[in-house]
């Protein structure tokens, strides 16, 4: 077994494929439409779906937001350096909501960044999550 996607819903498909494309670094993999029950699908991630768990962002026609609620909490992404990615990601029009640094009573480095739709990603440095997992 394996995790093969997670879903989000957006109220812009065309804005949220730009972020995560052109400010996260992800590809659009695949995209389709249902006029029938009038959602759009658009799947993105780094790597093919048959390698790497992706981002489903689901358009429901006609809905331009949603109520996050309080029991979600954020997409977790490794990169080699947070603060660089932090720079990255504000060059290139994203919102940084936390800057790099040590996660509160630890070391590792964290920083959040929010997508078109307020959804939260964290972003941790790839040596410390690699070590948290005995890598």
């Not at 819903?9 to 389709?32: E, H």
């Not at 909501?97 to 480095?109: I, L, N, Q, S």
Request: aromatic content about 8%; proline content about 2%; hydrophobic content about 35%.
């Amino acid at each position: 077994m394996r995790i093969l996607h997670t879903m989000i819903r957006v109220g812009n498909l065309k804005r949220s494929v730009d972020f995560y494309t052109k400010v996260m670094g992800m590809k659009l993999l695949r995209a389709s439409e249902n006029p029938e029950y009038q959602y759009s699908l658009a799947f993105v991630g780094y790597d093919n779906e048959s390698q790497a768990a992706v981002i489903e962002l689901t358009y429901n026609w006609g809905t331009e937001s949603y109520d996050h609620g309080n029991a979600f909490g954020h997409i977790a992404i490794g990169v080699d350096d947070v603060a660089k990615t932090c720079h990255d990601i504000k060059q290139a029009g994203g919102k940084v909501t936390r800057e790099a640094g040590p996660v509160k009573g630890g070391t590792t480095v964290i920083a959040f960044v929010e997508d078109p739709d307020g959804y939260k990603i964290e972003l941790i440095e790839n040596r410390q999550a690699d070590n948290a997992l005995g890598n």
